[in-house]
T-cell receptor, first 114, second 115 residues
Framework: AQSVSQHNHHVILSEAASLELGCNYS??????LFWYVQYPGQHLQLLLK??????LVKGIKGFEAEFIKSKFSFNLRKPSVQWSDTAEYFC????????????FGSGTRLSIRP | DGGITQSPKYLFRKEGQNVTLSCEQN?????MYWYRQDPGQGLRLIYY???????QKGDIAEGYSVSREKKESFPLTVTSAQKNPTAFYLC??????????????FGQGTRLTVV
């Protein structure tokens, strides 16, 4: 079955540490990839997206992600996290071969120690 | 303002009752979705619709029903057959296959509690 996996369920970091959150998907063919963030008490908002072109995409708030097609991965990175990055992060995929169906991973809760 | 409106924000239901959650979008998107969010389980797809008068089951459709009679509206009914309906429900829309398959835009959600 088509799926999206986020292996880190809860990540705890200190401020200024570097961040990498993993995302792997099982779709074949052409995909569009997304990272969303949900701050406490707020609705989901888009961090960044990959449709085509440069596999290294830059998003808001200093986040970036790299699409590695051979590894079916789209990991999220940030060189130096801040306390305000405390949130839940979701990876999502839409496959062109499976109609317009956006599938989300189970999410990674990020806690930043001040 | 363009966006997605879900109502109500909070909803209480007695066991055995059906309840309908509203979702309206003015983004002219072809595709609409309903997700259920539970702690530690991410967003699970309930139903999705690629175009008016058409919809497909997602991964957890049992106990739910939808309709798509208008492009801008995609209401979700939680029926009495849903065994564990207490959850946070999110509606989303996106550009469909003929619109460039955009990212999903989300409403603010409805928190349903069965009492």
């Amino acid at each position: 079955a088509q799926s999206v996996s986020q292996h880190n369920h809860h990540v705890i970091l200190s401020e200024a540490a570097s961040l990498e959150l993993g995302c792997n998907y099982s779709y074949g063919g052409t995909v569009n990839l997304f990272w969303y963030v949900q701050y406490p008490g707020q609705h989901l908002q888009l961090l960044l997206k990959y449709f085509s072109g440069d596999p290294l995409v830059k998003g808001i708030k200093g986040f970036e992600a790299e699409f590695i097609k051979s590894k079916f991965s789209f990991n999220l990175r940030k060189p130096s996290v801040q306390w305000s990055d405390t949130a839940e992060y979701f990876c999502a995929v839409i496959s062109y071969s499976s109609a317009s169906k956006i599938i989300f991973g189970s999410g990674t809760r990020l806690s930043i120690r001040p | 303002d363009g966006g997605i409106t879900q109502s109500p924000k909070y909803l209480f239901r007695k066991e055995g009752q059906n309840v309908t959650l509203s979702c309206e979008q003015n983004l002219n998107h072809d595709a609409m979705y309903w997700y259920r969010q539970d702690p530690g389980q991410g967003l699970r797809l309930i139903y999705y619709s690629q175009i008016v008068n058409d919809f497909q089951k997602g991964d957890i459709a049992e106990g739910y029903s939808v309709s798509r009679e208008k492009k801008e509206s995609f209401p979700l009914t939680v029926t009495s057959a849903q065994k564990n309906p207490t959850a946070f429900y999110l509606c989303a829309s996106s550009g469909g296959a003929g619109q460039g398959r955009t990212e999903a835009f989300f409403g603010q959600g409805t928190r349903l509690t069965v009492v």
